[in-house]
């Protein structure tokens, strides 16, 4: 029996903030101070691929609420996704260590991981559109660069800000094509309306480019659910506008899905559809054609290994999974970066 | 340097301080002014021994952190998030920049030129645009660390990385009861700092005699000639690297009543006849810790040139005192005001004194003198000066032998 490959949409990457930082065009690095305040000193946890010693994310103004006075730190552990620690891991798969993150995998029996952004970034969109685009633009960097040390084996998922309508034209110009790049995701804060204009243009701009967008429960705020955001999609007219047009949801809970099924599945009929991703070969029953595979490693829950080894006997997701890596904008269009950025945090 | 000189003193002024302490002579004048004096001080003293940069609460939290340059060297103390202090050269390890400047908290450390941005421990953590530099490995590029160890709260650092650890040299100042006075535990409140226009042995002979006492802090300390035949000099105390000097007797307070004002340590009234009262510490180079009844003074040295140096010194209370003092308790802080306000007095007469000596050192007919009883940690102490820096020869004879100072404490 030939084994079918193990395609994982939703595999995680927690970059240090030095590591952003480092990857910032040059507005974003001098003004790093005025980010300060967002910053925490973070302990590492053991058994997840953390840092082997202590380094700064972004959080939420809610943890930072939460440091001891005088301190830089926030409590920790502060709240991560830890479903199991495995002492195997090698240090920093989480933030730089790709290569160990390729042993890991290989391991595991995963074939091809697509990385998203673990919380950090998502807690960034009330900064301002110009440092938080600028944040986005140095994840992008630092992620399509994590991915090259593997591109048969790492995809990135660019991230965008809602608002910052040029950017995302020369993001994508920038990042786009970039061989490692398996799609888009938006972030949607509570803040952006449900008509915003800059949000459809920013949506058309990925629509245009042919890169999925992956609409990912962690970016998103609570009234930004599959439906309100598909229905939003489909308001703007975007997938009658562009057929190819799909929509990958990970990181929502499967009950919700089932729940939310009558609005979820509504498409057009081009080549575009809505994919969801689910942790189990059992998870959207009657949907399976629908269906993608999301491991969540390194926050994956204790049976990762049945799991694996269930979606490599029945090929679970693989043929969603494909389709979206087919969506690819072409080399040709990318451009240079852009020379200097205006900064206004 | 010719056969019969020992570079910068002459071997006939090394043999003559190299006498019985009574039988001796100080180190010639020109060793306090000198730079071939200074520059062996700094390349075989404080290049390679502990200096003591400062207190653990300083740095209280992570990301607290203060610089120290050790004479060329300069030199960067943080607290790590997980709490652990560590010292690292303040040097940028792309092209030398001198990474962050006096003290404060910070996430990261980032060098002001081209933003390298280093973590609290000195790893490399962001190096802009390096990706393409061939090899680069950012691992290796991280703040040269610094060897720090802490003592009873004081921070320390040494930069030779093959230094013998501070530990071992102090490990036997409990045999005499220096940890009844709970100094580890003990907060700064107040801290001076001095640019003296002196040479910084002179500083260290005059904290470890008593001799000047009677003469030069009459007032402050109310102290006569006689007090002087109490104080007890232990130069055979230990083969470690400190000595001890002790005024029998119910120690002292720095409040000016005489009496002290908050709890005294429980275990001092414990300590066995021969160890109570006022002690010196003095640990070579430059520290000297005075442990008190209810407070503790300290004083770091470094020299700044073959003439200029700067004196730390730092008073001490205990926590409850020093907690209450730093959250502001007005009462505390006036009494604890006091103890500052009279410290300064004495140590306005000992900076004086030895900037004066230093003018008469300078004179060039001035000479060599002599050491009286009162005077043996001084001798003692020029002559671990004249081994570790300028008797290159070791056949020359240079070491302190610890006999003699034996054979004076008999007389
Ligand atoms: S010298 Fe420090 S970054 Fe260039
Ligand atoms: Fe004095």
């Not at chain 2, 005489?258 to 300590?271: D, G, I, N, Y």
């Amino acid at each position: 029996m030939t084994a079918l490959a193990v395609i994982d949409v939703c595999g995680y990457v927690l970059p240090a903030a030095e590591l952003l930082y480092e990857r910032a065009v040059g507005p974003l690095r001098g003004h790093w101070p005025e980010l300060g305040d967002r910053l925490a000193l973070t302990l590492p946890t053991p058994g997840i691929g953390d840092w082997n010693s202590c380094y700064t994310r972004f959080v939420s103004n809610a943890d930072i609420g939460l440091a001891a006075d005088g301190s830089p730190a926030t409590p920790s552990p502060l709240p991560m996704p830890v479903a199991q620690r495995r002492d195997f891991l090698e240090a920093r798969i989480l933030h730089d260590n790709a290569r160990g993150r390729l042993r890991a995998l290989e391991a595991l029996g995963i074939d091809m991981q697509v990385l998203h952004p673990a919380s950090g970034l998502d807690t960034l969109t009330d900064l301002g559109t110009a440092a938080g685009a600028l944040l986005f633009n140095a994840y992008n960097s630092y992620v399509t660069g994590y991915c090259e040390k593997g591109l048969k084996q790492l995809k990135a998922v660019l991230q965008l800000h809602p608002l910052a309508t040029e950017w995302a034209g020369s993001e994508l110009g920038w990042w786009g094509a970039h061989p490692a790049v398996a799609g888009v995701t938006v972030h949607l804060p509570a803040s952006v309306p449900a008509d915003s204009a800059e949000l459809a243009e920013v949506c058309e701009t990925v629509a245009k480019a042919g890169l999925t967008l992956f609409h990912r429960a962690g970016s998103s705020a609570a009234s930004w659910t599959p439906p309100a955001f598909l229905s939003f999609l489909r308001s703007q007219k975007l997938p009658d506008r562009y057929p190819d047009l799909t929509v990958a949801l990970v990181g929502w809970p499967e009950e919700k899905l089932a729940e939310w099924a009558p609005d979820l599945w509504q498409w057009p009929t081009g080549t575009g559809r809505v994919l969801a991703a689910v942790g189990s070969p059992h998870s959207l029953p009657g949907r399976e054609n629908a269906a993608l595979w999301a491991s969540n490693f390194p926050f994956d829950a204790p049976d990762l290994a049945e799991r694996i080894e269930a979606i490599r006997k029945t090929g679970f997701g693989t043929a969603g999974a494909e389709r979206i890596l087919a969506n690819r904008m072409p080399a040709s269009s990318a451009v240079s970066p852009p020379v200097s950025v205006a900064f206004s945090a | 340097m010719s056969e019969n000189t020992v570079a910068p003193i002459s071997r006939k002024d090394l043999a003559a301080l190299q006498l019985p302490v009574l039988e001796a002579s100080t180190l010639p004048p020109d060793c306090y002014h000198s730079q071939a004096a200074y520059d062996a001080e700094v390349k075989h003293i404080f290049t390679k021994e502990w200096n003591c940069v400062g207190r653990v609460e300083d740095i209280p939290n992570p990301g607290d952190y203060f610089t120290k340059d050790i004479i060329t060297e300069p030199v960067l103390v943080a607290r790590d998030g997980d709490g652990v202090i560590r010292a690292m050269l303040n040097v940028c390890r792309h092209r030398g920049c001198k990474v962050v400047e006096n003290a404060g908290t910070v996430k990261n450390f980032k060098c002001p030129y081209h933003g390298w941005l280093y973590a609290l421990n000195g790893e490399l953590r962001g190096a802009p645009e390096f990706k393409e530099t061939v090899g680069f490995d950012k691992s290796t590029f991280g703040l040269k660390p610094v060897r720090c160890e802490i003592w009873e709260g004081f921070i320390f650092v040494n930069l030779d990385p093959e230094a013998t650890s501070l530990a071992d040299r102090f490990s036997e100042v409990s045999k005499f009861g220096f940890e009844a006075y709970e100094v580890g535990t003990h907060i700064n409140i107040h801290r001076w700092r001095f640019e003296l226009k002196c040479n910084w042995k002179t500083y260290v002979e005059n904290y470890i005699e008593a001799y000047h006492v009677p003469w030069v802090h009459a007032e402050t300390l109310g102290a006569t000639a006689a007090s002087l035949k109490k104080v007890i000099y232990h130069p055979d105390i230990t083969e470690q690297q400190w000595d001890l000097i002790l005024t029998p007797g119910p120690s002292m307070t720095l409040h000016p009543s005489h009496v002290p004002q908050f709890r005294q340590a429980e275990k001092v009234k414990q300590l066995p006849d021969k160890y109570r009262g006022l002690p010196v510490w003095a640990g070579y180079p430059g520290f000297a810790v005075i442990p008190m009844l209810d407070c503790t003074l300290w004083h770091t040295i470094l020299p700044l040139g073959p003439d200029t140096m700067e004196i730390v010194v730092g008073i001490a209370f205990p926590p409850e005192t020093g907690k209450a003092y730093l959250e502001g308790d007005e009462k505390v802080r006036e009494l604890c005001d006091a103890y500052a306000r009279n410290q300064e007095k004495i140590m306005g007469e000992d900076n004086d004194i030895c900037e004066r000596q230093q003018l008469g050192l300078k004179a060039q007919r001035a000479a060599p003198g002599r050491f009286c009883k009162h005077e043996i940690l001084a001798w003692k102490f020029d002559n671990w000066v004249a081994k570790m820096a300028y008797d290159d020869q070791p056949q020359g004879g240079g070491a302190v032998q610890p006999a003699r100072a034996a054979a004076l404490n008999a007389r």
